[in-house]
Each structure stands twice: as C-alpha cells, then as structure tokens.
C-alpha cells in the first residue's frame, strides 16, 4: 500500500506532462478544449509528433515501437495526455488494429502495415457493425466469398467512425454461413479506394457527420488481405474488443471538462455570486468529482492488479461509470448554459460564449458513449456473468 | 500508488477471517450473540483481545501493536463481513482514539491497556440530543469545582453507554471549547438508560447530574481532536461497509442463482441480474474510496487532507450502501424482510453506519461549500 506516485513515476509525470503541452500545437490542443472539430491533418500531425517521440503507440509489443511500460505509466501516459487535451492517437490504428495485427498476422503483413500504422500514413477504418449485428456482432451478414486469388465481398457495415477520413478498412466478414455464426467469420483488409466500396455518411443528432455507412458491392480483395487464418476472426475481434476497454474510463478526460465546468459555473453571476456557490450546482460538482475520484482510484487499482496484462473483468466497471460520467458533466455544462444553450448554430458574433453554444451538441453526442465499446448492457452482462455468476 | 496489501496484511486478513469467520460461521450465531445484553459476544471479544486486536492501532508502550489505519480497515471490513456486533468500532477505534490522541501518559497507559487487554469497553459519549455530527458539544456542559471538574446534561444515543466501563464525554467549557472528559460511569450522578439499536448493537441515554469527571489530558478545547478522531472512525467505518457490501451482493447473487419462480431460477430474469450487476459497480468504486482514505489517513496527512478523505469515502459509501441495503432485499423478495435471514441485518448495520458519524448529505454540505476553492480533486496530496 503506497499513496503517493513512486519517484520514477511521478519523474514520468512530469515528463510527459511538459511534452504534451509544449510538442503537441497549442491551436490543435485548443480545437479539443474547445469542443471543437479538428482536421484530418491535425489529427495526423498530432499523432505523428507522438510517434516521432515514441509515444503513440506504448502498449504495442517494442519491436513495433511500443514501451515496456508498467500498467501505471500506461496510465499516467492515458490521463496527462487527455489533460493536456491532445488528441488521442487514432483508436483504429493505435488500439484496435494495430494490436491484433502484431499478435495475429503474418510477418509480412506485420512489415507492410504496422510502421504505417503507427505513423498515420495509413487511416484505418472500422468495418464491425452491421444495422442487423450491433450488440450481437457474431450475428453480420457481410459475405466474402474466395475466386481464385482474391475474396469478393458484398454487404453492408455501418457506424463507421470517421470513415470519411480512411484510407483502408478492417472487417469482419463472413466467409462460412454454414457453421455456428462465431466460427465463420474472417478478418479481411480492405483498401477504401476499392471499386465497388462506397461511403455515405450519417448525419447525428448533434448535426456532424462523424460516422458513415460503408457498402460493398463486388468489392475484390487480395487473398493476401487475410488476417490470421480463415474462419478464426472471432477470437480476433475479442482480442480487440477487449482492449478497447482499457482507457475507455477516460479519466483524464472527464476531469479537465469538469474543471472547465466549475470555470463556466464561476462566471455566471447569480445575485451576489455565481452559480458555483448554488447548492443545486454545487452539490452536483461534488457528486461527479466524487464519483470521478472513486473512478480514477479504480482505474489505478486495476491497472495495479492486472500484472498479466490481461483486461480485468473490472474494467467492466471502468467502462460503464466512465461513460455514465463523460455523459453527466456534458449534461451539467448544458445546465450551466441555461437558455444560451439553444445558440448552438450561432457564429462567433454570439452573445454567448463558445462554450455554451457548443454545450448541447457535445451534450447529444455523449450519448454515444453509452452504447459504444460494448454498450453498457453488454457490461453488465459481463460483470453479471462473469463475476456474479449469475 | 499502490493498491497491492503486504503479505502482512494478508496473514492478518486470514487470521481474522479465521477468528470472526469461524465465531460467525452461521448467521444464527450471530442472531444469539446480540439477543442477550450486552448485545456481543464477551467471549468473542476476548478472543479478539488475545489476537492484539484491540490495541491494533495503539502504540506498543500502552498494549498496542502500533498498527496503521489499513490494518484497522482490514478488521473492519472483516468485522462487517460477518455483521460482527463487537465494538471494535466505537470502542478501540474512536473511544482509544480520542485517548490516544488526547490523554495524558498515565491515561494512555491504563485505559488503552484495559481496551488492548479485553479488559475494559470505553464508550465514546458524544452525540446530544439535537447534535447532528458537529465536532462540538452544547448539551453536557463542564464545570470546573478547582481541584475536581463536574458534568451536567444529556449524551444520547452513546453506543454501548450501558455497558461501558469508561465513559469517554465530550463536554461545553466554561470559556468555551468542547472539552473531553473521563467519566466513571458508576459515580454519584451518572444515571443509564440502556436500550437496543435495529441493527443489533446496544447504545444508551446517559444522563449526567453533577457527576464527577477527570479531563482526558488538559482541560482545553478538543474540537479538532473529536473532528481528527471522528474522520478516522469514519474511514473505519467505510471499510466495515465494503464487507458487508461485499457480502450483501454474494448472498443476494447466490439467492438469484437457487431461487425458483416460474419453473426458472431468478438469474433468468434480466430484469434481477442487471441490478446485481450495478451494486457490484457501486461496490467496486465504493472499495477503491475505503481503501484510498485508509492510506490517506495511514501516511500522516494533514488533517485537512484527511477530512477530504473521510468525506468523500462517507458520500460514496453512503450512496452505495443504500443501494446495495435496498436492492439485496428487494432481489431476495419476502425471505429478505425476515429477522431469520441474514440479509436484513445488512441493510440493517449499512443505515446504523450511515448515521454514526454523518450521512452522505452532510459531508455533500459540507464538501459543496468548499467546492469553489480548488479546480481538480486530486488523490494525492
């Protein structure tokens, strides 16, 4: 039982803490202060910054740039970097693909993809869900089919975050319709600039259009695409999923926008304060920052418990009160616009301040934080389950 | 920071759960221990006293083993598992805490001893008619007769007041303060109206006429002492929860697991295992807050900084425990409003510790007027 950060860590802090806020661009880190919408070239440039310093990718194997760090430095690297408001290295590169090809791929496809990956020079893309397989992924119909060297796929994916950005998709595809669904599946690569693959974008309640629809019509895609072995790429899809729950709990995250909160409270004069010496206000920042400090203990718990570097089933826990917190501080910072929250299309000629027109839309696309990642039903499926045996 | 306990700290887990596991093995033996006045077993005590137990957070010079507050949340938590009705809380931690921190040498060494020894029950006599967790007194006043001082007023509800054979009182100064006082409950003036609590335990009106009294150290305002003494058997009293949380949970999963309704057992039914499901969150996050504010207060904080601790870990543990004291009835159904069952007497301790030393609201109050002064909630001082 220790306390404090131990001195390297704490040394580690301090380290990180001064890059992220003085390599990554201030206007880029301000976009995401702000709520804001950052550029497919911004996004890159952080990234690349991050993996010119060996940082966008610690939790691969090091032979593909990854750092044998500690689950605690992971962590310190996870909350500094999201309190200094960088952009998170591209979860589909970073978190999700990357991984999975280090462990599954042949060396080959490991050479040919990995560094790329690691330096944004290819954009991923992902091709999981369908609009009949979401919670019940194994359920997707998207068929590939082998002719000759190549595979053709026909079918459609969907919820595709920021597809409009990508140079390349991995998918679950199904490759055996006449087994179990879970053992007929198969992971394929797949270039975005392909005939027959067509991106249309969904526009969401917020009004941004940050995710898409990707169809496949005839699409041909090299035999040598295949990741892994035909037929196996449910464990794949597993493997992934599984550590997109690490650092879903997105402390860091959570704590600088409720500070800023407590700031835009402060600045609201109320009679002869502000809004912040109101109970109702008051009360609820100590509810959330409580909260959020058992959350932080729990991450740091966790992260201190999973020495195997196997995902605990308490992240579980992470990911449900993470996303439930994400949600509750957007929804407190509405509160605090008040009626400015309705401003949300006015310019910068506004009355009111960016961030209160930004508040309700940062607001309506929180709720996404629920559903994703496995939706929080799924979590308490999991915990349910796989804890409490029941 | 580091979550991980010593190996230490494991043997004394075991040790315990071997001691109190194997006296509460049955829950029957439970309902027997708190029937009968003084409402713990006396026998169990003393097993507690020979295993150094309670003079765990004592120096060693006056019986102790000069134990930290992880220790003490170990046997708590262990404590709560088995809803234990021995004092451990009111007595070693927050009565010999007072001692420990206010009495004078001769004090220290005879009434920590008699608590270490198993010799003595010391009931911190605090709360007032009226009091609601303030770290002061009003109803009991103090008088100072030269040589000797003098109580007089009302100390209600004091646990194991009828029992105790020390009372420590918190009493009004003459030029102001809140004074600490050692009272011996079979002086002239001293009357006690003992009673039992819902949750098993015993707890007294003690009604103070005149009666004799020796100051717990100098005859000087002790508030910061009762707030400091208070915080720590508030962290204490956080780890007695996270056990019978825990155990609340693993009843109430096992019930849904054996239970039948429909032809089905209950764990078929969403509806019942999502909500498992979300008191286990609520005591994971609840584990982390105990555990935390145990090393705070283990490491010599400010007192400040252990005041943060101590609220917080009470806000959490209170939401949490009214969750999880509500819902493990509600999933049981009828079988869990019996006194025959065990998972009411959960509920039952969950409320009495909720209650003891400031409930979630009154640490929110207190937590939100002070809400302004920093930007970010930091664990680590």
Aim: charged share 20%; aromatic share 8%; proline share 4%.
């Amino acid at each position: 039982m220790q306390l404090t950060l131990s001195a390297e860590d704490a040394e580690f802090r301090d380290q990180l803490r001064e890059f992220f806020t003085t390599k990554i661009p201030q206007e880029i880190r301000d976009v995401v202060r702000d709520n804001g919408e950052l550029t497919r070239e911004q996004l890159v440039q952080s990234m690349r910054i991050l993996n010119e310093n060996g940082l966008a990718v610690p939790s691969w194997p090091t032979e593909w740039g990854g750092k044998d760090w500690t689950l605690m430095q992971k962590h310190i690297w996870h909350e500094e970097l999201q309190r200094a408001y960088v952009p998170e290295p591209l979860a589909f590169n970073a978190s999700m693909i990357g991984p999975v090809l280090a462990q599954f791929a042949t060396q080959e496809m490991k050479e040919r993809f990995l560094p790329a990956t690691a330096n944004m020079d290819i954009w991923w893309s992902q091709g999981f869900s369908e609009p009949d397989a979401g919670s019940d992924l194994a359920s997707l119909k998207t068929r590939a089919v082998r002719d000759g060297d190549h595979y053709v796929v026909n079918g459609q994916k969907t919820w595709t975050t920021l597809g409009q950005f990508g140079d390349w998709i991995f998918t679950l595809v199904r490759t055996n319709p006449e087994v179990k669904k879970q053992a007929g599946i198969s992971m394929l690569l797949i270039d975005m600039k392909s005939p027959g693959l067509e991106v249309r974008p969904i526009e969401l309640i917020d009004g941004g259009k940050e995710v898409n629809e990707v169809w496949f019509t005839d699409v041909r895609v090299p035999v040598e695409n295949l990741v892994g072995e035909e037929n196996r790429a449910w464990d794949y899809a597993k493997f992934l999923l599984g550590n997109e729950r690490v650092g879903i709990a997105r402390v860091g995250t959570t704590k600088a926008r409720l500070a800023q909160a407590k700031e835009f409270a402060a600045s609201i004069k109320v009679g002869d304060g502000t809004l912040l010496d109101d109970p109702q206000f008051s009360t609820r920042f100590v509810e959330l920052e409580t909260d959020l400090l058992a959350l932080e203990l729990t991450a740091l718990r966790v992260a201190a418990n999973s020495a195997d570097g196997k995902p605990d089933p308490a992240s579980s826990v992470l990911k449900l009160k993470g996303s439930e917190l994400q949600q509750a501080v957007t929804e407190l910072t509405v509160d605090l616009a008040g009626p400015a929250s309705l401003a949300s299309g006015a310019d910068d000629d506004s009355t009111v301040p960016l961030w209160a027109r930004r508040s309700t839309p940062a607001y309506l696309n929180t709720r996404k934080t629920t559903i994703y990642g496995g939706s929080n039903e799924v979590q308490r499926q999991i915990i349910s389950r796989t804890i409490l045996g029941l | 920071m580091d979550f991980n306990y010593d190996d230490e700290q494991q043997a004394l887990r075991e040790a315990v759960r071997g001691l109190i596991g194997k006296a509460y093995s049955d829950y029957e033996e439970r309902r027997r221990a708190v029937a009968a006045d003084p409402g713990f077993s006396e026998q169990v005590w003393g097993q507690l006293a020979e295993m150094g137990l309670l003079g765990l957070p004592f120096e060693e010079q006056y019986g102790g083993m000069g134990a930290s507050a992880i220790e003490v949340g170990i046997v708590a938590e262990e404590l709560g598992r088995v809803v234990a009705p021995e004092p451990f809380l009111t007595t070693v931690v927050l009565a010999g805490g007072a001692i420990a921190a206010a009495g004078t040498e001769v004090q220290k060494t005879e009434l920590l001893g008699g608590i270490s020894a198993g010799e003595s029950i010391v009931a911190f006599a605090h709360a007032e008619p009226g009091s609601r967790w303030e770290p002061t007194a009003s109803v009991v006043t103090a008088t100072d007769g030269g040589d000797t001082w003098t109580l007089s007023g009302t100390k209600e509800p004091v646990i194991q007041g009828a029992r105790a054979d020390v009372l420590i009182v918190s009493a009004a100064l003459p030029e102001g303060g809140t004074g600490l006082f050692v009272v011996d409950p079979s002086a002239q003036g001293v009357s006690r109206e003992g009673y039992r609590t819902h949750d098993g335990g015993r707890a007294a009106r003690v009604v103070l006429d005149g009666a004799a009294a020796t100051p717990l150290g100098a005859a000087e305002d002790r508030t910061g002492v009762i707030a400091r003494v208070l915080d720590g058997a508030r962290i204490a009293a956080a780890n007695e929860a996270i056990g019978l949380m825990e155990v609340a949970i693993n009843t109430t999963s096992s019930y849904l697991t054996s239970r039948k309704q429909f032809g089905v057992p209950l764990n078929t039914f969403q509806a019942l295992t999502f909500r498992a499901a979300d008191l286990y969150v609520q005591l994971e996050l609840s584990r982390s807050v105990a555990v935390w504010a145990s090393m705070v207060l283990a490491e010599s904080s400010t007192d400040e900084f252990v005041a943060q601790a101590a609220a917080r870990a009470s806000l959490r543990i209170s939401r949490a425990g009214r969750q999880v004291g509500q819902e493990a009835i509600q999933l049981h159904g009828g079988i869990g409003m019996t006194a025959e069952y065990s998972i009411g007497a959960y509920t039952s301790r969950l409320t009495a510790l909720d209650h003891l030393f400031g409930d979630g609201n009154h640490h929110l109050g207190l937590l939100a007027c002070r809400v302004g002064d920093y930007a970010e909630l930091e664990p680590v001082p």
